[in-house]
């Protein structure tokens, strides 16, 4: 469900059950990024939700007024509140919380709740999660093209 001032990127995703909602402040999603299953974006007056390029929303994550840099990706079930900026190629670990007005620098592992840095983050660890947009733009072409498809 994407309603009011949402903005999609070129080749952005936004699955299955997600809702996006920018009733009272502005949703920016950058290009390639992707916003996977059951995911929520929010925004309070003067606090839009920005995610810059190839951000990565792992499943049910929940971004609530907050800027996200280019690269980041936001595990599963965690969650951004209004103020926070997570830093470029930053990892939130799944069912992390990063609460309002946090700054999370580039290129850290924040796990925890509350999210604490945990460590920087390894070339290992940054080759494995940079794959993800590129790896969920070729699941929507497949979803596409199964969809265009005649039923059986």
Known sequence: ???GR???????????????????????VGEECNIQDLC???ADPGQPT???PRVSLGHKAMVHGAHVETGALIGIGAIVLGGARIGAGTL????????PGKRIPAGV??????GKIVRELTDDDRA??????DNY???AARHRAAQALPPA
């Open 128 to 133: 494995s999660f940079a794959r993800t947009p």
């Open 50 to 52: 920005v995610l810059e």
């Open 109 to 114: 592992l924040v796990a925890g709740v509350p």
């Open 1 to 3: 469900m994407i309603v």
């Open 92 to 99: 939130v670990a799944a069912g992390a919380l990063v609460g």
């Open 137 to 139: 733009m070729a699941k």
């Open 40 to 42: 929520c974006l929010h």
């Open 6 to 28: 949402v903005r999609l990127g070129r080749a952005a995703g936004v699955w299955y059950g997600s809702v996006l909602r920018g009733d009272d402040e502005a949703i920016e």
